[in-house]
């Protein structure tokens, strides 16, 4: 069993409940736009692995550590985690290939902004976009998400909100 903690679009911003809500996970999975690579650091302070994929925002330091698109399986699931993937019936230019061609279970993205939870059914996978962690952008509620993922099965999804967005 393995609890997951994941969130996207910090775009640079550290939120200490990051740490409080992440603190009994196993694994923190970041899906880019990270922008400042001290985000990483802080995030590995509260577990050893941290998975994290860049995003059109990120350069440097950031690019130089994390690839566009991680694939790897745990706990009996394939996952795949990337910055930029649409979601079911809207997905990216490639993405649908990649998840059919890999017999991905669990694909995590971001960029929207956008909290989204969709199960798809003609590829059999469930499609996760956390929403924005971070203060820059468009969300109306910054949020967090965690779940378990046991033996396959995908279980106890958890949103965070973090409060709204002060504009």
């Known amino acids: 069993m393995k609890r997951i903690g994941i969130l996207s679009d910090t775009h640079s911003c550290w939120d200490e409940r990051y740490a409080v809500h992440f603190k009994d996970c196993d694994e923190i999975w970041h899906a880019g736009d990270i922008g400042d690579i001290g985000i990483l650091r802080r995030l590995r302070e509260i577990v050893p692995t941290v ?9 440097g330091e950031v690019r130089r550590e994390c690839r566009e698109v991680e ?14 993937g ?9 993405v649908e290939r990649t998840l059919a061609y890999g ?21 059999g996978l469930l499609h996760i976009n956390p929403g924005a962690a971070g203060t820059h952008g468009w969300q109306q509620v910054r949020t967090l998400v965690r779940m378990v993922i046991d033996g396959g099965d995908i279980r106890d999804l958890e949103v965070v909100e973090l409060g709204k967005l002060r504009m």
Do not use: T
């Open 103 to 123: 017999r991905i279970g669990l694909m995590v993205c971001g960029h929207s902004h956008i909290l989204k939870v969709m199960y798809d059914k003609r590829l």
């Open 71 to 84: 694939q790897f399986e745990i706990e009996g699931v394939r996952v795949q985690l990337r910055h930029i």
């Open 51 to 59: 998975r994290a994929v860049s995003g059109n925002i990120d350069s």
């Open 86 to 94: 649409g979601y079911p019936g809207k997905y990216a230019p490639g």
